[in-house]
């Protein structure tokens, strides 16, 4: 049966230098069932571990149309991924994943075909819930094409109780990037992170939210989405829809008075500027992203070089106007920014607390 499910991730063959690793997989509760969700699991894991670094993956489905062009579902678990999968490659698509979708900065996509994972509820007999698995081949699911790339990318919000057509909108470029980011595997292991799922979304016309009851009735905006032109996103004007914010330079921080509070910001992996005026500012502190608008975005900047908490207020007021709460406002922010860890408090260089 293990063979059977995972036929279409089987190597063809195999010589003495291919190198095996080999485990014993104890099985979950819910005997057979369990067993084989298990195997699912520490697969996984495994092929996770291995594309750590050099790939980009997030928690999607993928399907690919005759062309070779990938869309990939992208939902947190129990929110119809593979119930959508099912369908999807039995209407036309080829199956590429339902799990793991994984591909190189330049859009190749690493096909994963392996068993689905459905979600069965408690039965008659005493079984818990449990998730069951069932081979591609035994469903039916179409091949995907050779070479498979990465056209679109899509978030899927199910509502059961929603009355009306499926919508199919773009999603702004901060708000997807949150939700990739929520959605990824091994990111914090990629040079410049942020700045890579930036150029993907370039590459595939940004993402869109496919909002829905039924799968079989949103499936035709999908085949529509796939056939139109994919366009790199930008500003009305033309000008880049992100950029990448200068990397901090603790060597260029300047001495600091011993009196009062400077604020500097915290280490982190990547930044990337975004918004209509690109006054906005996604920031990555270790695996945990951070939006920042309105004067959020000005304290950060201003902090790059280590700033005194008492000359922030002057610096917010000569770029937004002076305000009877201006200092209360910097302040709260400051705590804001210091309480999620994006900025911190010192008193002189090399001190940090």
């Not at 999908?222 to 880049?240: F, H, K, W, Y």
């Not at 917010?316 to 705590?335: C, L, R, S, T, Y």
Request: glycine share 10%; net charge negative.
């Amino acid at each position: 049966m293990l063979r059977e499910q995972w036929r279409r991730c089987l190597m063809p063959s195999s010589s003495p230098n291919d190198r095996v690793d080999h485990e014993v997989i104890e099985p979950l509760e819910g005997g057979r069932a369990g067993y084989l969700y298990a195997v699912q699991m520490r697969v996984t894991l495994a092929a996770v571990a291995a594309g750590t670094g050099r790939l980009l993956m997030w928690h999607a489905a993928g399907l690919s149309d005759k062309e070779g062009r990938v869309v990939g579902l992208v939902a947190a678990s129990g929110t119809g991924k593979t119930t959508a999968t099912a369908y999807l490659a039995t209407h036309g698509w080829g199956y590429v994943t339902d799990e793991t979708l994984a591909c190189t900065p330049d859009g190749q996509v690493w096909p994963y075909p392996k068993p689905l994972a459905f979600r069965r509820p408690p039965g008659d007999d005493g079984t818990l819930e449990h998730k069951s698995s069932v081979g591609p081949d035994e469903l039916g699911l179409g091949e995907a094409a050779d070479r498979p790339t990465l056209h679109r990318l899509v978030l899927l919000d199910r509502q059961a109780d929603r009355r009306g057509e499926p919508t199919l909108t773009p999603v702004p470029l901060a708000e997807a990037m949150l939700a990739l980011v929520g959605q990824s595997s091994g990111l914090v292991a990629l040079p410049l992170p942020l700045q890579r799922f930036c150029a993907v979304l370039d590459r595939v016309g940004g993402a869109w939210r496919l909002t829905y009851t039924e799968i079989s009735e949103a499936a035709p905006e999908l085949d529509r989405l796939m056939t139109e032109p994919t366009v790199a996103s930008a500003q009305p004007d033309g000008s880049p829809s992100w950029l990448p914010e200068p990397a901090d330079r603790p060597d260029r921080r300047g001495p600091v008075d011993p009196q009062g509070e400077i604020v500097w910001r915290a280490p982190y992996v990547d930044a990337v500027a975004c918004g209509s005026d690109l006054d906005e500012i996604l920031v990555l502190v270790g695996s945990v992203p951070a939006h920042l608008r309105g004067i959020g975005t000005d304290i950060w900047r201003a902090a790059g070089d280590g700033v005194a908490e008492a000359d922030l207020v002057g610096l917010i007021e000569a770029a937004h106007g002076p305000h009877p709460e201006a200092a209360a406002m910097v302040g709260a922010a400051v705590d804001d920014l210091v309480q999620a860890s994006v900025l911190v408090r010192g008193h002189r260089r090399g001190e940090r607390r």
